[in-house]
């Protein structure tokens, strides 16, 4: 098969590897039809995320069709046109059982690196390092599917692979995000990042309630996206103080909820801010950029939530946990236990409340993989997402 | 020689300071107070880096212990293994996972050496003694052979054993299934000790690497996944 594989930091190639094989009974293998970009895979090509190797295969995000399944598996049979939820769960540890999927302590088979970092095994995600299970991505003609019954779900007939493909991870991480926010009806709701789980997340903090979304970034075309197609007041930090901004649309009280949504590269409205980040994180003294956490701690209302889905992988400088402690904040966070939304996603996307294919701007062939990233990468031509078809 | 109740957080006690006597002492001010000074009449960055790193000596002189030396030195349990075995050194490890199975069943798949067999890593084989002792076979090298032997059999609640190899390290260990409180299944917690190779300095490149230790932790999480998943979890590169 071809698979587009990660050789090292900025360097990705299209390779021709193996076919994947059914290892354990509980496994399906998968045909790729759409397998998308995602904002996470940019902090492994930027070379921010140990245990990669050279010659992995990236993509997390993907629509596809059953070609194999193993004698274990009970939901699912050749010719089925399904998504994978991008975090894994076995469905059968306690994690799991409590609807917690992206604790699952089973699911990663080389559990004792981020035992050893955060204190406790954590989860295995497709193509996102060793450290996360080493297991090969999407961006491959096949995938290997482990534990399937729990992580695979059927597209129900009627929606588009392209409205389907993206309930993999951005839809569910978004609507997670806002589901550990705790929106209430009224709630105002900023939203830090209008990438793909940004946009998501705009869109489902409607859902549960809120009577206004703030979005915040520094890309225009995806301000209008967010303004457009989620409904939210966009805000450019080049062009505005968010802080004093977020004060005058909420009556000097902040955002209810506050969702983070870009993570440990984050460019900061603050130029000393932004240096010193930058500094720290290349001289390997941090390694998370935070400043986009740091303001929606700064600017939450007292007594409001921050809802943290951006990727962070280590150790942030400069954490305001003053802030978090004097201001009553209550902070969530967690890769995204999609398995518990796939259905209710699937049912307000069948109700026409929810259209994640707009996040779609751009698609390519696998081939042309290394030039998706590169242009996803700098954002150049509006591009949100490229979706390979391999 | 161990038994759970006296051992169940004994393990955990840590050498925080390691004592600075004798020759050793002399030879850490002596050696401190030379270095600042060729530290100092150096200059330069390298002179000061030198004088502040012979400042650190001549502290632990004057103080008479050092939380470096403690750092690297075995913990009390540990040197009290190594003593009542007459070892050079012991490295004692202990790793806890909670299975959300009853306790029953996961004490009859540890009793079944072929079953612990299908989880051990790396690889090996086990031939059944008698009803006590079993011997276990290296796949990747049968001459690496441990004959091992339980020493007390707590049905549903408890093995200990001992071993004996010409070819490996003394080895010992036992394994507790105890109900989780609340939520149900079992918390088992498993325990080994040995003697390394090369005394101290096989004790210090074992915990320095994570070696036993992360042997362990891997294969009760592996014990886990078959208990709760029927399978061990697998990923392989490209595939």
């Known amino acids: 098969m071809r698979a587009l594989t990660w050789q090292g930091t900025n360097r990705l190639s299209v390779e021709t590897l193996p076919d994947p094989e059914l290892i354990n009974p509980r496994d399906v293998i998968v045909r790729v ?19 990669m190797h050279a010659g992995d295969v990236l993509g997390h995000e993907f629509l596809g069709e059953v070609v194999e399944a193993g004698s274990g598996v009970t939901q699912f049979s050749r010719g089925d046109r399904v998504i994978a939820i991008s975090i894994l769960g076995c469905g059968d540890c306690q994690p799991c059982q409590r609807q917690e999927f992206s604790c699952c302590d089973n699911s990663n088979p080389n559990p004792t690196f981020t035992q050893e970092l955060y204190g406790h095994a954590c989860t295995g995600i497709f193509g996102y390092s060793h450290a996360f299970g080493g297991y090969a991505g999407s961006h491959a003609t096949y995938v290997r599917v482990p534990f399937a ?3 695979l779900f059927k597209v129900p007939e009627g929606i588009s692979d392209e409205k389907a493909l993206f309930v993999s991870d951005a839809v569910p991480t978004g609507y997670y995000g806002a589901d550990i926010a705790d929106i209430e009806p009224g709630d105002t709701v900023a939203v830090w990042g209008c990438g793909g789980v940004g946009q998501m997340a705009i869109r489902s903090a409607y859902l549960m309630g809120a009577e206004q979304v703030i979005a915040i970034d520094r890309f225009e075309d995806r301000l209008h996206l967010a303004r457009k197609q989620g409904g939210a007041i966009g805000l450019n930090y080049t062009q505005h103080d968010i802080h004093d901004a977020l004060l005058s649309l ?22 000393l801010e932004d240096v010193y980040d930058r500094t720290k994180q290349m001289m390997r003294l941090q390694t998370e950029r935070g400043a986009a956490l740091r303001q929606a701690i700064h600017s939450c209302r007292k007594g409001g939530t921050v809802s943290v889905l951006g990727v962070y992988a280590g150790f942030m400088d ?3 946990i003053g802030a978090v402690v004097n201001k009553a904040l209550t902070m969530k966070s967690g890769q995204q236990p999609g398995q518990r939304y796939v259905e209710r996603i699937f049912e307000h996307i069948q109700a026409g409340e929810l259209d994640p294919s707009y996040l779609m701007t751009h698609t390519a062939s696998l081939e042309e993989g290394p030039q998706g990233y590169a242009m996803f990468k700098h954002k150049s031509d509006d591009c949100l997402r490229v979706v390979f078809a391999p | 020689m161990s038994s759970e109740a006296r051992h169940t957080l004994s393990h955990t006690r840590k050498q925080d300071m390691a004592p600075v006597t004798g020759v050793e002492r002399w030879a850490s001010l002596g050696g401190g107070l030379w270095g600042i000074a060729g530290g100092l009449r150096k200059g330069g960055l390298m002179g000061w ?23 690297l030195s075995a913990s009390p349990y540990e040197k009290h293994v190594a003593e009542a075995h007459h070892w050079q050194a012991a490295r004692v490890v202990s790793h806890s996972v909670t299975v959300n199975k009853p306790r029953e069943e996961l004490y009859r798949f540890w009793r079944a050496p072929d079953k612990l067999a299908e989880v051990l890593t790396p690889a090996m084989h086990s031939e059944q003694v008698d009803d006590r002792t079993t011997r276990w076979i290296l796949d990747s090298d049968p001459a690496k052979q441990l004959l091992v032997r339980l020493v007390d059999d707590r049905e549903g609640e408890f093995l200990e054993w001992v071993s004996d190899s010409e070819a490996l390290p003394p080895f010992s ?17 498993c325990y080994v000790t040995y003697e390394p190779a090369k005394g101290h300095l096989g004790y210090l490149a074992d915990k320095g690497s994570g070696g036993t230790s992360h042997w362990l932790h891997r294969n009760l999480r592996r014990f886990k996944q078959k208990m709760e998943t029927g399978e061990i979890t697998a990923s392989r590169p490209f595939t």
């Open chain 1, 33 to 51: 039809k759409l397998s998308s970009v995602c904002g996470s895979d940019l902090h492994l090509l930027d070379g921010y995320v140990p245990t």
């Open chain 1, 318 to 320: 400069k954490f305001p």
């Open chain 2, 173 to 189: 260990g036992w394994v507790r299934f105890q109900d989780a409180p609340g939520r149900g299944g079992t918390e088992v917690q």
């Open chain 2, 49 to 71: 880096g030198q004088a502040i790193l012979s400042g650190m000596l001549v502290y632990r002189a004057i103080k008479g212990e050092c939380r470096l030396k403690g750092a």
């Open chain 1, 149 to 151: 019954d729990v992580n």
């Open chain 1, 250 to 271: 909420t009556g000097g009280r902040g955002p209810d909820r506050c969702i983070d949504c870009v993570g440990m590269e984050a460019h900061s409205e603050h130029k």
